[in-house]
């Protein structure tokens, strides 16, 4: 009976497995590290970071608020919920850097703890990274090949450009389910007519039966002229219009009204062809991408390095507070060696930030790709784990950031108290030293 | 929990430390070489030098846990 039980959960397991992989198996996601920019306003790109951060703050404001605006003595389940949070809280920070100190602190460690664990937990939720508005890869593709053709010079370094086909583009889009991926590469060297040429090719393999000769080098006049026939053969797909390669002639002929009214439209060159592409029209699906309305706040780097030169901030803040100008002499000294030790601490300092940015970015975009991965490889079960150690990775990366924050501010105090144990309090002597830092340590 | 966070918060930043001195000091050697024109010589200094500063700075770091640990290991065994 056993063992019936145990065959007929593998096979349950393996057909919700397979259903999954059959109906439900989402795009190849396409991994872009940068934030994507939704709309600009001014100067201010607004990132989807961006948004989510003010959705988050947004939430975190309403909660506090709601929760705390009629407090009672005896606590309503609002109240106490929020109550017990920082609770907890103060009794941790109170316990590494003591009542005194831990008031002093409390506030902003339990800000930065509340504020990542909030974003890491809201970034888990499941329209992240699947609705959002379509962009069109074909326009870019098209820039980016125009402003090289501008310049006159070859591309430097090799690009990408990861799409998605999918039927509209300009709206708000879901990420579908088995939509198809493709990826356009220009190669280092290439030059701007190569750039296109290598476009039609892949516009070709991408939307017709056309099969590209294997070959890392620019595509042959014949590979091309295939592709163009290809694409023309078929109705549905993509169709490349392309204008002669006589406007400069004409310009020096002394049409120069047309020949300006030509260029304001753009056009870029091809190079087996022997023709400029003046557009490139979609009749079925398109080539795009969606832009996510909301990502994680810190799968960006920039949130994250906010946050750490925040946290570096106050650390030096509460030193200066605590010790004065003293505090600097740490760093800046004149007494042989010490002076190399103060230009090493001084370095560990700033190392701090870096540290702070990338273990959290790091963490939190790994997730995501990591996720987004998944949910392409195994629709179904294996995300669902994932998604639990990824509640686990949030909540250890804000009690991380907080803590760390929490033990570099008692640091940077910690001399100051030990000068008044060495002033008055001998006995207490041995009991400093116990938590010694290291680099008070090394002082003595 | 007091007792296992300081420790740990120091251990946690020590391999970040010798990390970025490594990478700081090839980078600021790479771009003192183009900036000079002396290729490899000023990368290979940043690398000793990046390499010096983790390990005196690495060293300084553990030097409480490599102190502590020589003092309890008696009393333990």
């Known amino acids: 009976m056993k063992v019936l039980k145990l065959i007929g959960g593998i096979i349950a397991v393996a057909a919700v497995l397979a259903v999954g992989l059959y109906i439900a198996k989402g795009p190849q996601p396409v991994i ?3 934030a994507e920019v939704l709309t600009t306003i001014g100067f201010l790109n607004i990132t989807n970071t ?26 309503g389940s609002a109240q106490n919920f929020l109550e017990g949070v920082l ?16 008031r002093k602190f409390f506030m902003v460690v339990a800000t930065i703890f509340l504020w990542v664990i909030c974003n890491n937990w809201f970034g888990l939720l499941p329209f992240f990274n699947a609705i959002g508005k379509s962009e069109d890869v074909n326009h870019h593709i098209f820039e ?3 402003e090289q053709d501008e310049e006159g010079t ?15 583009s300009g709206n708000w889009t879901v990420a579908k389910p088995r939509a198809e991926s493709g990826e356009y590469e220009i190669e280092t060297g290439d030059t701007a007519g190569q750039a296109t040429d290598r476009y039609i090719v892949m516009l070709a393999v991408q939307f017709t039966d056309f099969e590209a000769p294997e070959g890392t080098g620019p595509p042959s006049v014949e590979t091309v002229e295939g592709a163009m026939a290809a694409l023309n053969a078929d109705p549905l797909a993509p ?3 392309l204008v002669e390669a006589h406007a400069e002639e004409g310009e020096e002929a002394g049409h120069g009204e047309e020949a300006a009214a030509e260029s304001e439209h753009h056009t870029i060159p091809s190079e087996a062809l022997h023709a400029e592409v003046e557009s490139v029209t979609f009749p079925g699906q398109t080539i795009g991408l969606v832009i996510p309305f909301f990502r994680s706040t810190f799968s960006d780097v920039n949130n994250t390095l906010a946050m750490g030169i925040i946290a570096f901030i106050f650390i030096e803040f509460w030193g200066l507070q605590a010790l004065g100008f003293g505090y600097l002499s740490k760093f800046f000294n004149l007494k042989g060696i010490m002076s190399f030790v103060g230009i090493l601490e001084l370095l560990s300092e700033f190392i701090r930030v870096i540290s702070f940015t990338f273990r959290l970015f790091g963490n939190i975009f790994a997730g995501e790709v990591l996720i987004l991965m998944l949910t392409f ?6 995300p669902n784990v994932i998604y639990g150690l990824e509640l686990f990775v949030g909540f250890i990366q804000a009690a991380v950031f907080a803590l760390l924050t929490l033990v570099f501010a008692t640091m940077a105090i910690e001399h100051h108290d030990e000068e008044e144990h060495h002033e008055g309090h001998h006995d207490e002597d041995a009991a400093a030293d116990a938590h010694h830092h290291p680099g008070a340590a090394q002082a003595h | 929990m007091g007792s296992w966070v300081v420790p740990t918060a120091s251990l946690l930043g020590a391999g970040w430390y010798f990390a970025t001195c490594l990478i700081l000091g090839v980078f600021v050697g790479q771009w003192v070489d183009e900036k000079t024109g002396l290729e490899p010589i000023c990368t290979l200094i940043g690398i000793v030098v990046g390499l010096a500063v983790a390990a005196v700075g690495g060293y300084r770091m553990l030097l409480p846990f490599i102190r502590k640990v020589s003092y309890t290991d008696p009393e333990q065994g």
């Open chain 1, 32 to 34: 872009i590290v940068p």
């Open chain 1, 50 to 75: 961006l948004l989510t951060s003010w959705v988050v703050m947004a939430v975190i404001i309403i909660v506090a608020f709601v929760c705390t605006r009629s407090l009672k003595l005896i606590p």
């Open chain 1, 87 to 102: 609770q907890f809280l103060m009794d941790q920070v109170e316990e590494i850097a003591g009542a005194t100190n831990g």
């Open chain 1, 144 to 146: 980016m090949i125009h």
């Open chain 1, 154 to 168: 070859p591309f430097e370094e090799g690009e990408s450009q990861g799409y998605w086909v999918m039927e509209n």
């Open chain 1, 239 to 241: 169709k490349v219009h």
């Open chain 1, 377 to 382: 490889l195994m629709p179904f079960l294996l």
